[in-house]
């Protein structure tokens, strides 16, 4: 089947910290894969995709890279800020066999102290 | 364009009553999806919809229902609410490969 695993939260770090975010997924077929970023009170919005293997999608200084050997699609921020406390989602979505589902990880909060 | 919106923002019910969630869109996007998202679970599809007459169930169906007689819009029925409903909802269109959120309706059924 398809499905997420995320690490668990909460996360806290201090500001200008390194960020890694660790995200596997299973899936039927050839996935896209993203990490969606739900700041408080806020619905999900895209934060960075990456459609096949070895794509490295990026956004706002964040990064992830597509990694079928591994089955992963971590996310790192070399230098967190105090405004990128939000909960991250690692998601995929599969072909239109299964109605392009998004399949969802946990969510995993991050808490950035100045 | 404002995207996907969702009303109310907030609701409470007691048990066993009904109410329907709204979501619009003005993207115009075929694909339309229902989600709840609880602690510790995620995001969980409940229902969705490739277009205009034609929807399906997702992973946890169970309590809602679904229309879809317009491209705009796709509402959420819950007929007898109950206490395990209680949670934020996020209705969502997408083009491609990406979704788009609406902000959530964060509903207590006491």
């Known amino acids: 089947g398809n499905s997420v695993t995320q690490m668990e939260g909460p996360v806290t770090l201090s500001e200008e910290a390194f960020l890694t975010i660790n995200c596997t997924y299973t899936?039927?077929?050839?996935?896209?894969l993203f990490w969606y970023v739900q700041y408080p009170g806020e619905g999900l919005q895209l934060l960075l995709k990456?459609?096949?293997?070895?794509d490295k999608g990026s956004n706002k200084g964040f990064e992830a890279t597509y990694r079928k050997e591994t089955t992963s699609f971590h996310l790192e921020k070399g230098s967190v800020q105090v405004s990128d406390s939000a909960v991250y989602f690692c998601?995929?979505?599969?072909?239109?066999?299964?109605?392009?589902?998004?399949?969802f990880g946990t969510g995993t909060s991050l808490t950035v102290i100045p | 364009n404002a995207g996907v919106t969702q009303t109310p923002k907030f609701q409470v019910l007691k048990t066993g009553q009904s109410m329907t969630l709204q979501c619009a869109q003005d993207?115009?996007?075929?694909?339309m999806s229902w989600y709840r998202q609880d602690p510790g679970m995620g995001l969980r599809l409940i229902h969705y919809?490739?277009?205009?007459?034609?929807?399906d169930q997702g992973e946890v169906p169970n309590g809602y229902n679904v229309s879809r007689s317009t491209t705009e819009d796709f509402p959420l029925r819950l007929l007898s609410a109950a206490p395990s409903q209680t949670s934020v909802y996020f209705c969502?269109?997408?083009?491609?490969?990406?979704?788009?959120f609406g902000q959530g309706t964060r509903l207590t059924v006491v």
């Open positions: 969502a269109s997408r083009k491609n490969t990406e979704a788009f």
């Open positions: 899936a039927t077929g050839y996935p896209s």
């Open positions: 990456a459609t096949k293997a070895d």
């Open positions: 998601a995929l979505s599969v072909g239109p066999e299964t109605g392009n589902q998004f399949y």
């Open positions: 993207m115009n996007h075929e694909y």
């Open positions: 919809s490739v277009g205009a007459g034609i929807t």
